[in-house]
């Protein structure tokens, strides 16, 4: 690990400031970005730790919402009992990922900037332009079946690896920030993540210093919320291909794929198509896809696992 | 040991069987690895198998691969590890190793290679595209590495330890170091020494005057240590010794013994340069009074050296260029290897072509600083006994002993917390992880590091009643934090009963995870208690129940190698049931 100099910070707006230095991050929980560091595939020449702020709370907002703090746990924010009630979906998405050990520590705010799982953006010997931009990418031709399917570029096919951030893009979320002049700012979810595009490098549209304070939910959309998770092992390992659903008892509702995009990857023309089937809806979800040799197997599998959910709703709508 | 031999042996005998067979050859390594380069492991068509190249991690792979390289009857070269295209097999130690497969290797250049070992002579191995694999004797100049597009894979012979000597000493001594696998002689004054040592398969010679020994032959793979406590027999055999060119040559004794060894050898006309070459007192450890002790100290010293003169038999080459040459391999079709497509297309460019020719002329100079330096290092060390042979090891012979660059130290910070329930205050580097914090500077090492990146759960210790991985968190972000490892959760005296039921239901074979698998299965049963919800919950509005299929998913952030997984869940359930 290389060298970096430490502050507890006590103040956003002064750890906004302290992170605008180049080389400057903040840390919570620490569980992605120590690992990234222990590998030297983040080097940050100074850690500003974030845990004294005090977002820590999860509140009613007034319109019937919920404001989740950003360094609100994993594990508290999916045992919230009002989450559990009105947004099973996310209480279901925070249980299907990592352990127990990292959701005890993996904070809202860390889990939506958790980087790629990429392996060969672990691993430093090969190419990767999102971690050494320009250097070119080992994952297109290479070992892909963990990979994207949409939404990938010529420059990197990496995913988006997390499952918290699916369900919250069901849910319409929104993330609030403050930056270093103390300016707030609320941004949609479907605008947080970026497509890879020509910049891999670059994962999410905050702008430098920007720290996230909370997101909120906006008021319950009732229906019957569902996360299924299709992966290699029956636990602890990451989605092949994942499913968030908010399904109305008359059928329509909405859904977002994980694991198979630079983002949650959520189409609200194609969540029109649910009464239709899960076929109809992914074929519109995944129209112009680019999926490897290796990987194609993702889309008969998201239609396949939404299809599973839609069953799954109309069994607990008939219970 | 070095399998050579054993790996020959194998492949001869599966040629005699009838069975088609595959020599691996290790050509390249990134970072740390387990074996060098030019060591092999042989695999027959049914999978058996001689020689590994890591700890379990990747010979399974190898054998399925060396089955697939039957099949298609072609070479193949393909890296595991670091820089693999299999991104789903990993040295847990972070390294890269390239290996050469080489399908049906021809049977008389097998038994060539044999007969050259088997009389202890050098041996070369060229793996080369136009004719596989044909092994004949070294020449001085051959080290292991790549030359253009062939592989030569360079075998000396095994060390042989000559014993000269008498009493309690030879004896343990021979044992010691036929147990390593050194080739063992012994030349003695006492019938029942030699007697003994024949009986036990030792090749001996019985001394029956002070004088030259007839059959004393010394190759430079031979050590030649004397263990007389009457040193009149040993004047005329070091002479005879100090003639040939053999490793190594040490005798017992004090230093006081050892000057006055000295002068007799002086006055029966010695060389005082040549005299030098006697290690004396001879073995690592000072003052050595019993056989046994005496034994590892003269092994260790030998052993050394062989392992220094062997090390410069390699190409030495900086790391961090290692992984090219699986592309030198690959620009020749012959070898065919479909595994480097992946690589080739990423970094065959410019960078590559210029790193390469980076790596060749840093070969060249290696091997001419080598060719000077090989005999002054050899005798340097002999010169001054284990002094100087410390030396020799620190000397960047190999590069894995150079000492890496120091890091820039980061100023240290004050931190302190409860642990165990005693309040601790330390100053620690902010890279600390309260891992390394709990194992390194409180010593408290119940707490285990496995993968050291949170993917095991070895380290899992709970913080404000919460489990974590202590891996994957700074010791400095615990100030004023209460942390519990399995130390406080009870002693030997008095078990807690998760750990009383573990030990009652088998929870473990090894043992190594289990201080993080019980601080886990502890919080787990809190978990549940306070209602914490999880994957397998049908109803997130009812509490969870401590059911078998609750307990495994929730353990599922511990890993256990030796797969003791039902007996945990069952001492699990023995005290969530007396819990409830």
Same mark, same amino acid.
């Given at each position: 690990?290389?060298?970096?100099?430490?502050?507890?910070?006590?103040?956003?707006?002064?750890?906004?400031?302290?992170? +605008?230095?180049?080389?400057?991050?903040?840390?919570?929980?620490?569980?992605?970005?120590?690992?990234?560091?222990?590998?030297?595939?983040?080097?940050?020449?100074?850690?500003?730790?974030?845990?004294?702020?005090?977002?820590?709370?999860?509140?009613?907002?007034?319109?019937?919402?919920?404001?989740?703090?950003?360094?609100?746990?994993?594990?508290?924010?999916? +045992?919230?009992?009002?989450?559990?009630?009105?947004?099973?979906?996310?209480?279901?998405?925070?249980?299907?990922?990592?352990?127990?050990?990292?959701?005890?520590?993996? %904070?809202?705010?860390?889990?939506?900037?958790?980087?790629?799982?990429?392996?060969?953006?672990?691993?430093?010997?090969?190419?990767?332009?999102?971690?050494?931009?320009?250097?070119?990418?080992?994952?297109?031709?290479?070992?892909?079946?963990?990979?994207?399917?949409?939404?990938?570029?010529?420059?990197?096919?990496?995913?988006?690896?997390?499952?918290? +951030?699916?369900?919250?893009?069901?849910?319409?979320?929104?993330?609030?920030?403050?930056?270093?002049?103390?300016?707030?700012?609320?941004?949609?979810?479907?605008?947080?993540?970026?497509?890879?595009?020509?910049?891999?490098?670059?994962?999410?549209?905050?702008?430098?210093?920007?720290?996230?304070?909370?997101?909120?939910? $906006?008021? $319950?959309?009732?229906?019957?919320?569902?996360?299924?998770?299709?992966?290699?092992?029956? %636990?602890?390992?990451?989605?092949?291909?994942?499913?968030?659903?908010?399904?109305?008892?008359?059928?329509?509702?909405?859904?977002?794929?994980?694991?198979?995009?630079?983002? $949650?990857?959520?189409?609200?023309?194609?969540?029109?198509?649910? $009464?239709?089937?899960?076929?109809?809806?992914?074929?519109?979800?995944?129209?112009?896809?680019?999926?490897?040799?290796?990987?194609?197997?993702?889309?008969?599998?998201?239609?396949?696992?939404?299809?599973?959910?839609?069953?799954?709703?109309?069994?607990?709508?008939?219970? | 040991?070095?399998?050579?031999?054993?790996?020959?042996?194998?492949?001869?005998?599966?040629?005699?069987?009838?069975?088609?067979?595959?020599?691996?050859?290790?050509? *390249?390594?990134?970072?740390?690895?387990?074996?060098?380069?030019?060591?092999?492991?042989?695999?027959?068509?049914?999978? !058996?198998?001689?020689?590994?190249? &890591?700890?379990?991690?990747?010979?399974?792979?190898?054998?399925?691969?060396? =089955?697939?390289?039957?099949?298609?009857?072609?070479?193949?070269?393909?890296?595991?590890?670091?820089?693999?295209?299999?991104?789903?097999?990993?040295?847990?130690?972070?390294?890269?190793?390239?290996?050469?497969?080489?399908?049906?290797?021809?049977?008389?250049?097998?038994?060539?290679?044999?007969?050259?070992?088997?009389?202890?002579?050098?041996?070369?191995?060229? /793996?080369?595209?136009?004719?596989?694999?044909?092994?004949?004797?070294?020449?001085?100049?051959?080290?292991?590495?790549?030359?253009?597009?062939?592989?030569?894979?360079?075998?000396?012979?095994?060390?042989?330890?000559?014993?000269?000597?008498?009493?309690?000493?030879?004896?343990?001594?021979?044992?010691?170091?036929?147990?390593?696998?050194?080739?063992?002689?012994?030349?003695?004054?006492?019938?029942? #020494?030699?007697?003994?040592?024949?009986?036990?398969?030792?090749?001996?010679?019985?001394?029956?005057?002070?004088?030259?020994?007839? @059959?004393?032959? #010394?190759?430079?793979?031979? !050590?030649?240590?004397?263990?007389?406590?009457?040193?009149?027999?040993?004047?005329?055999?070091? /002479?005879?010794?100090? *003639?040939?060119?053999?490793?190594?040559?040490?005798?017992?004794? @004090?230093?006081?013994?050892?000057?006055?060894?000295?002068?007799?050898?002086?006055?029966?006309?010695?060389?005082?340069?040549?005299?030098?070459?006697?290690?004396?007192?001879?073995? /690592?450890?000072?003052?050595?009074?019993?056989? =046994?002790?005496?034994?590892?100290?003269?092994?260790?010293?030998?052993?050394?050296?062989?392992?220094?003169?062997?090390?410069?038999?390699?190409?030495?080459?900086?790391?961090?260029?290692?992984?090219?040459?699986?592309?030198?391999?690959?620009?020749?079709? !012959?070898?065919?290897?479909?595994?480097?497509?992946?690589?080739?297309?990423?970094?065959?460019?410019?960078?590559?072509?210029?790193?390469?020719?980076?790596?060749?002329?840093?070969?060249?100079?290696?091997?001419?600083?080598?060719?000077?330096?090989?005999?002054?290092?050899?005798?340097?060390?002999?010169?001054?006994?284990?002094?100087?042979?410390?030396?020799?090891?620190?000397?960047?012979?190999? &590069?894995?002993?150079?000492?890496?660059?120091?890091?820039?130290?980061?100023?240290?910070?004050?931190?302190?917390?409860?642990?165990?329930?005693?309040?601790?205050?330390?100053?620690?580097?902010?890279?600390?992880?309260?891992?390394?914090?709990?194992?390194?500077?409180?010593?408290?090492?119940?707490?285990?590091?496995?993968?050291?990146?949170?993917?095991?759960?070895?380290?899992?210790?709970?913080?404000?009643?919460?489990?974590?991985? @202590?891996?994957?968190? #700074?010791?400095?972000?615990?100030?004023?934090?209460?942390?519990?490892?399995?130390?406080?959760?009870?002693?030997?005296?008095?078990?807690?009963?998760?750990?009383?039921?573990?030990?009652?239901?088998?929870?473990? =074979?090894?043992?190594?995870?289990?201080?993080?698998?019980?601080?886990?299965?502890?919080?787990?049963?809190?978990?549940?208690?306070?209602?914490?919800?999880?994957?397998?919950?049908?109803?997130?509005?009812?509490?969870?129940?401590?059911?078998?299929?609750?307990?495994?998913?929730?353990?599922?952030?511990?890993?256990?190698?030796?797969?003791?997984?039902?007996?945990?869940?069952? !001492?699990?359930?023995?005290?969530?049931?007396?819990?409830?």
């Amino acid at each position: 690990m290389k060298a970096f100099t430490y502050e507890r910070a006590k103040d956003p707006v002064a750890a906004a400031r302290a992170a +605008a230095r180049p080389g400057a991050r903040f840390i919570a929980g620490g569980t992605n970005l120590l690992d990234l560091m222990k590998i030297e595939v983040e080097t940050p020449s100074h850690l500003i730790d974030v845990q004294d702020l005090g977002f820590d709370k999860i509140e009613k907002t007034r319109d019937g919402g919920l404001r989740i703090g950003a360094l609100v746990t994993n594990t508290n924010l999916a +045992a919230d009992e009002r989450v559990r009630r009105d947004y099973g979906v996310l209480t279901r998405a925070i249980v299907a990922g990592a352990s127990g050990q990292l959701r005890n520590k993996a %904070s809202t705010a860390g889990n939506l900037l958790q980087r790629t799982r990429c392996p060969y953006f672990y691993d430093t010997n090969m190419a990767c332009n999102k971690r050494k931009p320009g250097s070119g990418c080992a994952a297109i031709g290479g070992y892909s079946r963990q990979l994207g399917v949409i939404g990938v570029s010529d420059k990197c096919i990496a995913t988006f690896p997390g499952d918290m +951030a699916v369900a919250m893009r069901v849910l319409d979320a929104v993330i609030e920030t403050v930056d270093a002049t103390g300016q707030r700012r609320s941004i949609p979810i479907a605008d947080f993540h970026r497509l890879w595009g020509d910049s891999p490098e670059v994962d999410t549209n905050l702008r430098s210093g920007e720290l996230i304070t909370a997101v909120t939910l $906006p008021k $319950p959309l009732g229906g019957t919320h569902l996360y299924e998770k299709v992966r290699d092992r029956a %636990s602890y390992a990451y989605a092949l291909v994942s499913v968030a659903a908010v399904i109305q008892s008359d059928g329509t509702g909405r859904v977002a794929f994980g694991g198979v995009a630079p983002k $949650p990857w959520r189409v609200e023309a194609a969540d029109a198509l649910l $009464p239709r089937g899960a076929a109809a809806v992914t074929a519109r979800a995944f129209q112009g896809a680019t999926p490897t040799e290796d990987n194609k197997f993702k889309l008969p599998l998201a239609t396949r696992a939404l299809a599973s959910v839609i069953a799954q709703a109309a069994d607990q709508k008939g219970a | 040991m070095k399998q050579a031999r054993s790996i020959f042996h194998f492949l001869r005998d599966g040629s005699r069987r009838g069975e088609r067979t595959v020599l691996v050859t290790l050509t *390249e390594v990134t970072g740390s690895a387990t074996r060098a380069p030019g060591e092999h492991m042989a695999v027959a068509e049914s999978g !058996a198998v001689m020689g590994s190249f &890591s700890g379990g991690c990747v010979e399974s792979a190898v054998i399925a691969e060396a =089955q697939e390289v039957l099949a298609a009857g072609r070479p193949r070269q393909v890296r595991y590890g670091a820089g693999s295209p299999y991104i789903d097999i990993r040295l847990p130690c972070g390294g890269g190793i390239d290996l050469l497969f080489l399908p049906d290797p021809d049977y008389s250049q097998i038994a060539l290679a044999l007969d050259i070992l088997e009389r202890r002579r050098p041996l070369k191995l060229q /793996l080369s595209s136009t004719c596989p694999f044909s092994a004949s004797e070294a020449a001085e100049a051959d080290r292991t590495g790549w030359t253009g597009h062939d592989f030569l894979a360079r075998h000396d012979p095994q060390l042989q330890l000559v014993v000269l000597g008498h009493g309690a000493e030879p004896g343990a001594l021979l044992q010691m170091a036929e147990a390593y696998g050194a080739e063992t002689l012994l030349f003695s004054p006492q019938a029942s #020494l030699v007697e003994e040592a024949r009986a036990r398969g030792t090749p001996a010679h019985l001394l029956r005057i002070v004088g030259r020994a007839d @059959s004393f032959v #010394l190759d430079p793979w031979s !050590a030649v240590v004397t263990l007389f406590h009457d040193h009149d027999w040993e004047t005329d055999l070091l /002479l005879q010794a100090l *003639e040939q060119q053999p490793l190594f040559i040490g005798a017992m004794g @004090s230093r006081r013994t050892h000057i006055e060894r000295r002068n007799r050898l002086l006055e029966a006309g010695a060389d005082p340069l040549a005299i030098d070459r006697i290690v004396g007192p001879v073995g /690592l450890i000072a003052a050595t009074r019993d056989p =046994q002790t005496l034994a590892v100290s003269i092994l260790a010293q030998v052993v050394q050296v062989y392992e220094n003169v062997l090390a410069r038999k390699v190409v030495d080459r900086p790391p961090e260029l290692a992984l090219n040459a699986a592309h030198r391999f690959d620009e020749h079709s !012959a070898w065919g290897a479909p595994h480097l497509e992946a690589l080739h297309k990423t970094s065959g460019n410019a960078a590559t072509q210029s790193t390469l020719t980076e790596t060749q002329s840093e070969e060249e100079e290696t091997r001419s600083m080598a060719g000077i330096s090989e005999i002054e290092l050899s005798r340097r060390g002999l010169l001054a006994g284990s002094a100087a042979t410390a030396a020799i090891v620190a000397s960047p012979i190999t &590069s894995e002993a150079a000492p890496l660059p120091p890091s820039p130290t980061s100023a240290s910070l004050p931190v302190s917390f409860e642990v165990n329930g005693a309040k601790r205050e330390l100053k620690l580097d902010p890279r600390t992880t309260l891992l390394d914090a709990l194992r390194e500077h409180l010593h408290l090492t119940g707490t285990k590091k496995g993968c050291d990146h949170g993917q095991c759960g070895a380290c899992t210790v709970m913080v404000d009643g919460v489990r974590i991985n @202590s891996c994957l968190s #700074l010791a400095v972000m615990h100030e004023g934090d209460k942390i519990t490892t399995i130390e406080g959760l009870g002693t030997p005296e008095k078990l807690h009963p998760m750990q009383a039921a573990f030990v009652k239901h088998d929870g473990y =074979q090894c043992g190594y995870c289990t201080p993080g698998q019980i601080c886990s299965a502890v919080a787990v049963l809190d978990e549940i208690k306070r209602g914490v919800p999880s994957h397998v919950q049908a109803d997130l509005t009812v509490r969870p129940q401590a059911t078998n299929i609750e307990m495994r998913e929730r353990m599922s952030g511990n890993i256990c190698r030796c797969g003791a997984y039902s007996n945990i869940a069952e !001492a699990m359930a023995e005290v969530a049931g007396a819990k409830a």
